[in-house]
């Protein structure tokens, strides 16, 4: 089955830092991952994806996310931190053993950026 | 585009009551999904639908919890009768074929409290 985990409850940055959120898959076959945030009291906001092609793939806010085949890694990224990213950060799996149909969310990171 | 469209916003009810949640996916989309969010469990994937039938509902966590999909633009999510445990933001969410990697979109959320 599928799967997705982010190691980290919590990620603590200064503001102007590069950050890093952390977020390994397992799936059977390619699998199209995404990364979502979530504001207090929001819904979820889509930042990026990959589904094929360059493993480097840029998104919404200025944040990328490098797609590992080897180490089944996505982590997402942002060369800067601002402290408007404070949010909680969900990785997420499709993949082709359920027809790419359902969307497997980690148990979310929470980034708290500070001034 | 509106987006997903969630009411209520907020509900709180006391146990034993019928909860009806309702949503509104993105026009065009084939699929919508209904979402459970808790401290303890995260996201939960409850029901999927595709083209107004349901395709996977063993996220549904028993017979107290229903859903409908009567027509393109419109879904509902039942819960009869109430317990305090279903206490959680259930978030609907809709996208295009899935199988183009296409991403899926989130409503607001509609917050459950039952007391």
């Known amino acids: 089955a599928q799967s997705v985990a982010q190691p980290e409850d919590q990620v603590n940055v200064a503001e102007g830092n590069p950050l890093t959120v952390k977020c390994t898959y397992s799936?059977?076959?390619?699998?199209?991952l995404f990364w979502y945030v979530q504001y207090p009291n929001r819904g979820l906001q889509f930042l990026l994806k990959?589904?094929?092609?360059?493993?480097l793939v840029k998104g919404s806010y200025g944040f990328e996310a490098e797609f590992n085949k080897s180490q089944t890694s996505f982590h997402l990224k942002k060369p800067s931190a601002l402290v408007s990213d404070s949010a909680l950060y969900f990785c997420?799996?499709?993949?082709?053993?359920?027809?790419?149909?359902?969307?497997?969310f980690g148990t979310g990171t929470r980034l708290l950026v500070s001034p | 585009d509106a987006g997903v469209i969630q009411s209520p916003r907020h509900e709180v009810t006391e146990m034993g009551q019928e909860v009806t949640l309702r949503c509104k996916p993105i026009?065009?989309?084939?699929?919508l999904f209904w979402y459970r969010q808790t401290m303890m469990r995260g996201l939960e994937l409850l029901i999927y639908?595709?083209?107004?039938?349901?395709?996977?509902d063993s996220g549904m966590p028993e017979d107290r919890f229903s859903a409908k999909m009567p027509n393109a633009s419109f879904s509902t999510l039942k819960i009869q009768p109430s317990e305090p445990r279903d206490s959680a933001v259930y978030f609907c969410?809709?996208?295009?074929?899935?199988?183009?990697?296409?991403?899926?979109?989130f409503g607001e959320g509609s917050w459950l409290t039952v007391v």
């Open positions: 969410a809709s996208s295009p074929r899935v199988k183009d990697g296409n991403t899926i979109y």
């Open positions: 799936v059977s076959g390619n699998p199209y």
């Open positions: 990959y589904i094929t092609g360059d493993n």
């Open positions: 997420a799996v499709r993949d082709a053993s359920t027809g790419f149909q359902k969307l497997v």
């Open positions: 026009s065009g989309h084939d699929y």
């Open positions: 639908f595709n083209n107004n039938v349901p395709i996977d």
